[in-house]
């Protein structure tokens, strides 16, 4: 791997300057997708927080929604149940 790495590094022939900018482009995608990311939890979150208090809405009020069906939230949000452990991130069905 390591002699990979050089190999592509020599053919390229990036100066240090080059490869500062290239560092420097990617710093400033990786800040902001991750702020975009930190909108679309908070979106997130918030409409979670909407449809559990409709569905205890409805539920309370005995309200009858036929031909309505409600999505399972636990299979919903399954596919984003991870631990993080030492900056690692490692799913739970695994």
Do not use: P
């Not at 939890?41 to 036929?66: A, G, M, Q, V, Y």
Request: proline residues 0%; hydrophobic residues 35%; negative net charge.
């Amino acid at each position: 791997m390591e002699l990979s790495h050089h190999s592509i590094m020599r053919e390229l022939k990036l100066d240090e300057s080059d490869w500062s900018d290239m560092v420097a482009g990617q710093r400033e995608m990786i800040v902001e997708l991750q702020s975009k990311l930190d909108k679309y939890i908070e979106i997130s979150r918030i409409l979670l927080t909407e449809n559990l208090d409709l569905k205890d809405f409805i539920n309370s009020s005995n309200l009858d929604l036929k031909g309505y069906s409600y999505v399972n939230l636990d299979d919903l949000y399954s596919n984003f149940a991870c631990d993080e452990k030492e900056g690692e991130i490692i799913d739970k069905d695994e």
